[in-house]
């Protein structure tokens, strides 16, 4: 099932939109996208639920 994520839907203020076929690939890509425009280098627990909680279907 694909899935999607947006920046903006866990409250951040970031134009950041992506799409991918499963929910570790799409991990995958929201945790790149933090390292690099977010500087997180870790994403903390709490951060990480609210970024699993905000995934939608595509
Ligand atoms: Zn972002």
Same mark, same amino acid.
């Given at each position: 099932?694909?899935?999607?994520?947006?920046?903006?839907?866990?409250?951040?203020?970031?134009?950041?939109?992506? %799409?991918? =076929?499963? =929910? =570790?690939?799409?991990?995958a890509?929201?945790?790149?996208?933090?390292?690099t425009?977010?500087?997180?280098?870790?994403?903390? =627990?709490? %951060?990480?639920?609210?970024?699993?909680?905000?995934?939608?279907?595509?």
């Open positions: 099932m694909a899935k999607k994520f947006a920046c903006k839907n866990i409250g951040l203020a970031c134009a950041f939109e992506t %799409t991918a =076929e499963n =929910e =570790e690939a799409l991990l890509q929201v945790r790149e996208h933090a390292k425009a977010h500087n997180m280098e870790q994403v903390d =627990e709490v %951060t990480m639920s609210k970024i699993k909680a905000s995934f939608q279907e595509a």
